[in-house]
Structure formats: C-alpha cells, structure tokens
C-alpha cells in the first residue's frame, strides 16, 4: 500500500500534517481515521492500512499539530497519555472541528470517518458539526455522553467496552437512551479492544466492530 505525507490547510488558515495511504482494489470512498490521543504511531497507521485493504482511501490528520508537531508516542503508558491528553485539551474542539473539516474537503467523495479513544469522541462530533460525511464510527469515545444532546447529521454507530474504566457504564446507558439514532455497540472489552498488538486488544470484539463499522459505511452509500 502506498503511504505519502502531506499538508493541509485547515478552515482557520492553520497548516498541519497527514498521512494518506493508498485504496487497495476498487475506492469505496475516502475515510479520515482519527487517532489516540498518542498521535499517528504504528497503531495508527496499521489501523489505517487495514480499512485501505478493503478499499477506503485513507487519510489520517495530526491533531495535535498546533501544540507539538508531528507528535507520536509508540508507548500507552501514564506519561504518555498525559502528555497526548494535554495537547488534546490545549487543543480544544474548535480546532478538531476546523483540522476533520479540511480532511473532508481534501477526500472525494463519499466520504466516511472513524477514530479510537480521543479520536472516537472527535468522529461523533464531526458527524454531528460537519456537512460532507456520509457515516461515522466511533471506537471507545469518552465525550460521547456529553454529546448526547447532539444530533448527527448521518449514519453512526459507537462501540464501547463493558469493561472499560475510563467510560463508565451507566454513561453509555444515559447515551443510548438519549441517542436512539446512534448504533450503539457494547463488548466484553476492555478500553483500546481494537488496538492490534496491544495487551488490551480483543480479538473477537475487534472482528465484530470493524464487520460493523464497514457494514455502516456500505449501508450509508446503498
């Protein structure tokens, strides 16, 4: 699979990196792959290069860009995730919104998102702010109940991991009341059950949210 770096501008005039991989086969569409909170490392791009398998041109955004360039931590341990939690919070919202707002101009379309932890919570956002995309994925967003008073704009489903300790239940239960237009999905996991080569990676339930989330983007184009 080809992968090539390049800069986009966002909606604010703000100049940050990606990395696009290449669609192997027949392109689906164009799907921004949000990161952790730990940057574009090699959970990253492997998650990415596996949705470019079955046909999605990928593109996966720096998110952090504005607090330290190019940032990305291959370890998950507590220094790590309070360094990349810190850039997230520095960062805000509005920026998020204006840097996936520049990805969705930049893919032809269709074009679908999907992210894991930080990058879960930014996905759903991104459905429920920004016109241009066709579905969203969710993977272990810890915002999600506090956005469930927003409405997405398309498609979306959300995995959780029952046994998560960074998103308590009784929130993913608040959420799905409140959000019966979302695909709410809930596993015998862990927080990071999609992250390949990981001690918190679920083989069963990762299987069973990617037939999903590739599920949701076929429906979304039918």
Known sequence: MTTTSLSLKSHDGFVFGAVRIEAKGVRK??????????????????????????????????????????????????????EGAGYARANGLDNAMADIGA???????????TGFCYGGSIAYLAACRLRGIVAAS????????SFQTAEPRCPVAAHFG?????????????????????????????????????????????????????????DAVQ
């Open 29 to 82: 569409g164009g799907l921004i792959v949000v990161q952790e909170i730990f940057g574009i490392n090699s959970d990253m791009i492997r998650a990415g290069e596996r949705f470019a398998a079955e046909g999605y041109e990928v593109l996966l955004p720096s998110m952090f860009d504005r607090q330290k360039p190019g940032f990305a931590r291959e370890d998950h341990s507590i220094e790590a995730m309070t």
């Open 138 to 145: 969710a993977y272990y967003g810890s915002l999600l109940p």
């Open 162 to 218: 029952r046994n998560d300790p960074h998103i308590p239940m009784d929130s993913v239960e608040a959420f799905t009341a409140a959000r019966k237009d979302v695909q709410v999905h809930v596993y015998d996991a862990a927080h990071g059950f999609a992250r390949q080569g990981s001690d918190d990676h679920d083989a069963a339930s990762d299987a069973l949210a990617f037939k999903r989330t590739l599920d949701l983007f076929s």
């Open 103 to 113: 990805c969705v101009d930049a893919l032809e379309r269709p074009v679908f998102i």
